[in-house]
């Protein structure tokens, strides 16, 4: 009964269909689930700890005991401790050197613990570490300020009290590592998007290290300065990791939180107990995460279930045609529609077990490599196997549900249309049938539909945003109601519109085909001229609807794949365009504290003496006021000349006057710019003047000025927290000369640096960083190119870009597979016209070709057609996606049809590929001598 398999060519084309479509969406959410587990695991391993407990009880001598009990909780998987305390009140001396921190600005730290619980933190330079409460050991900062080493002796005392403590120096040592971490960074969560010049250390003297009983009794420092136990840990991540359910993951964080203060609690009271929880910080970060991600998830594996569907159907055609006389063969044998339903039944439970088992395995060995090829940044840190083992049974299950679907897709339909056959129609040679001269109506009525559509993606959604800014805002219910019923019309338009104005679009050039013989045959002639060009081209208008089947199906396939490459691209450019309106050039230096005294052109100057080419420009950052009823705030950023050559500008970025015009009216007329909001909140207007007090950051200097507005602007790269800052209402945003606030101006607020290209960026970094520290900036660094490659990486978006091409790829070979298949199933059930050809005197070879040249003409075709549906469905998605985040605020303009040399070059390959396909797929359908065909009926 299982004839299926002696049709090996329609067997192995079905059995890889459905595990070709199963790979694909499995692979790509095995690998979603690998994503999940690492950017979870990434976002909690920035917490240098998951949780610290500070217990405020001076002299607490059971600091032991608490500790042994936590130490004991399987939800913790790691506990440590610590005494601290950072003192000013404080005066110490040695060798007649009295050092009082108060007097310098600065504090000493007063630290007790046990150096056994801290491998790889504690580094001896001298000496030894304390045994009992009289001896001290100093980090080498304390030891040169009070010019001291090992066996000299300290006089410690509070400045409130005559009492002094002698301690003998026994070691002088360096900390490093998590501890120094955790003594300089609070919070101690890492932001990887930017880089500290200075941390709290650098407001110490140095360190006092005693033992820790000294710190918890009266018998040691602690008589007189009694510090504080931390309790820092880790928690056990399998008493409340899971990627997909943040909300679940806070709740049992919050039960592991409870449990160790009611251990905490048998010791003090609860005023007395301080509970930081920093994985319950970095997990509500992480908490909108897994329902954006399910969201891109569903979206980038439809493609691949949406050609799984069309090749089923097409498989279903060649299924029935193929087996026309066979069906019909055992109605004459006596077969019932019962049995025959068994012999497909059968069929299709074998295909579904086959193709199912094939598509899981590849799915596995995909979501395997892909990783590593893809996503680097998280297989060095985390191996993707043991993640996608671990709910392995569940995709099994669905890699069989799949199978049952697409290949019930294929064999039900078919099922059913062989059982309405009759004998004499199985008996009978398949025909085409007779095409209607014209067109039906609805083709025209699809065509407006989709020009309708595509008219509002062009016009960046107008529909659309009329209906969900206005409408649906509106006080009235009616309004509302109207709103909610157009956003549903509009985005079913938008989704369907470039499948439809395509399938238009294919019947319309079909239908008109035969009036472009001449050009079409030119244009052949032109790829691979040939003798039978001309009679191909005849013969390939001469039917219409076949011709605009054959395209809108192959097109179909073709626009998927280039949608995940348009995709990918996009989603990359729009990253890359908010990181640079953010940083605003190469570099961005956010400066929060200066060194004193400091001369910052001196700084500069070395900077760009160091490494030449280098670009600096100084922003300085105002708040000011206008002498105007009912304006708010004003945010006031001075920047000089250099910021047009530094800064990432765009001429889209302004509003009302070019690049050229605003670098004129800020410099040479000394006129402003102000934010988008100022104009369509406030009602400002070009040329209009303002009365505007501003005050210095530093120091009391303040000023009244007149300005004039030369324009408006929506983004200014490098100048604002925010990239919608200059759309917002809250406060209004100006920019302004520096020369105008001369007088106001001390310090930059910020530095935009541009580096020259070819400069190592590593390099450059670290010698920043070590710049401003050693004149003691406190400031945070950030760097395009570290934060784009981290984006990349990391962030939503990117990750989403990787997926896309992860799918490209993926498609590569469903599409080829689909491609033969359609082009199998044309030339099949034309095999009759091709013997009558034969018959009246043209060679095998040149009949072949004819079909080649109509192969051609398909995919010239169907690429036009589908750099329609794929530009279309981009656009769309961008926008919609931008409009989704960000609401009523215009996005920065990206190039949305980005189309990246490799993408270019994978569809070139593609093309070339399809071609071969049909090539194959010709020689397949036509592999039967047509003298065998002519023979059987005649």
Not at 429 to 446: R, S, T
Not at 571 to 594: C, P, T
Not at 829 to 845: D, H, M, Q, S, V
């Amino acid at each position: 009964m299982l004839r299926i398999i002696s049709k090996k060519g329609f067997f192995l084309s079905l059995v890889i269909t459905v595990s070709l479509v199963s790979a694909i969406m499995l692979s790509i959410l095995l690998t979603g689930e690998y994503i999940a587990y690492a950017q979870l695991n990434s976002n909690l391993d920035r917490a240098l700890i998951d949780a610290r407990m500070e217990i405020r009880v001076s002299n607490f001598e059971e600091f032991n005991e608490l500790y042994v009990e936590l130490s004991s909780l399987p939800e913790l998987s790691w506990v440590n401790i610590y005494f601290y305390r950072y003192e000013k009140e404080i005066a110490l001396q040695s060798n007649n050197i009295m050092l009082q921190p108060k007097n310098l600005g600065k504090w000493v730290l007063l630290l007790g613990l046990n150096p056994d619980y801290w491998p790889n933190n504690l580094t001896l330079i001298q000496g030894r570490y304390p045994m009992n409460n009289s001896e001290i050991a100093l980090d080498l900062s304390m030891a040169k300020a009070l010019n001291v080493t090992v066996g000299d002796e300290i006089w410690i005392r509070s400045i409130y009290e005559n009492e002094s403590i002698r301690f003998t120096v026994v070691g002088i040592m360096s900390i490093q590592g998590l501890l120094a971490d955790l003594l300089s960074s609070e919070p101690p969560i890492r932001n990887p998007a930017l880089i500290l010049t200075l941390n709290a250390s650098r407001n110490l003297v140095g360190v006092c290290f005693f033992t820790i009983d000294g710190m918890a009794s009266v018998n040691g420092i602690g008589a007189s300065f009694s510090g504080f136990p931390v309790y820092i840990m880790k928690f056990n991540r399998i008493y409340f990791f899971d990627p997909w359910n943040p909300a679940d993951m806070l709740t049992r964080i919050k039960a592991i939180q409870d449990k160790v203060i009611n251990i905490a609690l048998n010791y003090t009271d609860i005023t007395q107990i301080f509970f930081y929880n920093y994985a319950e910080q970095v997990i509500k970060d992480y908490a909108s995460w897994p329902s954006a991600f399910r969201l891109q998830l569903t979206y980038i594996v439809l493609p691949a279930l949406f050609i799984g569907s069309i090749y089923a159907v097409v498989i279903g055609w060649i299924f029935v045609n193929e087996r026309r006389r066979e069906i019909a063969l055992l109605r004459i044998r006596g077969f019932s529609d019962f049995q025959i339903f068994l012999i497909y039944l059968i069929e299709y439970l074998l295909v579904s077990i086959i193709g199912g088992f094939l598509g899981f395995l590849l799915s596995i060995l995909t979501a395997i490599v892909s990783p590593y090829v893809l996503l680097s940044y998280f297989t060095q840190r985390y191996n993707p196997v043991p993640v996608i083992f671990r709910n392995i049974s569940y995709y099994f299950i669905a890699s069989n549900l799949i199978a049952l679907l697409t290949a019930a897709l294929t064999m039900f339909p078919a099922c059913l249309k062989g059982l309405r056959m009759s004998i004499l129609d199985g008996l009978s040679e398949f025909v085409e049938e007779i095409e209607k001269e014209k067109l039906p109506i609805f083709i025209f009525l699809g065509l407006l539909y989709g020009l309708i559509g595509l008219t509002e993606i062009l016009c960046d959604l107008p529909l659309f945003k009329f209906a969900v800014n206005n409408l649906m805002q509106s006080t009235s219910t009616l309004l509302q109601i109207t709103g909610f019923v157009l956003f549903i019309v509009d985005c079913i338009v938008i989704a369907s519109s470039p499948f439809i104005l395509a399938y238009s679009l294919g019947s319309i050039t079909a239908h008109y085909a035969s009036r472009f013989k001449r050009v079409l045959s030119y244009l052949v002639n032109l790829i691979v001229p040939s003798d039978v060009v001309d009679v191909a081209v005849t013969y390939f208008v001469r039917k219409p609807s076949r011709i605009a089947r054959i395209v809108f199906i192959v097109a179909l396939i073709l626009s998927l794949l280039m949608e995940a490459g348009f995709n990918s691209a996009i989603n990359v450019s729009s990253l890359k365009k908010q990181i640079e309106i953010f940083v605003g050039a190469d570099y961005r230096v956010d400066i929060y504290r200066y060194g004193s005294p400091i001369n910052m052109s001196l700084i500069e100057k070395e900077i760009m003496q160091h490494y030449d080419g280098v670009k600096i420009a100084n922003v300085y950052e105002f708040w000011g006021r206008a002498r105007r009823i009912g304006l708010p705030y004003i945010k006031v950023v001075a920047i000089d000349e250099e910021y047009f050559d530094v800064a990432f500008l765009d001429k889209n970025f302004f509003d009302g006057i070019t690049i050229e015009e605003a670098y004129k009216a800020l410099f040479k007329k000394r006129e402003v710019l102000l934010g988008v909001s100022a104009r369509n909140n406030f009602g400002m207007r070009i040329g209009d003047k303002l009365r505007i007090h501003i005050r210095a950051k530093r120091g009391f200097a303040e000023k009244y000025i007149e300005v004039s507005i030369a324009g408006f602007f929506f983004f200014a790269p490098g100048l604002l927290r925010d990239i919608y800052d200059a759309q917002k209402t809250d406060y209004i945003v100006m920019m302004i000369s520096v020369k105008s606030l001369k007088e106001l101006t001390n310090l930059p607020d910020k530095l935009l640096i541009n580096i020259p290209e070819g400069l190592n960026t590593k390099e450059f970094t670290d010698f920043l960083k070590t710049t401003l520290s050693s004149n003691g900036i406190i400031s945070a660094i950030y760097s395009f190119a570290t934060l784009l490659n981290l984006s990349l990486n990391s962030s939503l978006a990117g990750i989403t870009a990787t997926l896309f091409k992860l799918e490209f790829a993926e498609l590569i070979a469903l599409t080829i597979l689909g491609v033969y298949l359609v082009f199998y199933s044309e030339y099949f059930t034309r095999k009759r016209e091709f013997a009558l050809l034969w018959a009246r005197g043209i060679e095998k070879r040149d009949i072949i070709s004819m079909a080649s040249v109509e192969a051609l003409l398909v995919v010239i075709f169907s690429l036009i057609i589908s750099l329609v549906i794929a530009y279309s469905f981009s656009l769309s998605l961008t926008k919609l996606t931008n409009m989704g985040l960000i609401g009523s605020l215009k996005p920065p303009i990206i190039p949305v049809a980005v189309f990246p040399i490799d993408v270019f070059l994978t569809i070139i390959g593609e093309l070339i590929a399809v071609w071969i396909g049909a090539k194959i797929a010709i020689r397949q359908a036509l592999r039967e001598e047509f003298v065998q065909l002519l023979r059987i009926h005649h």
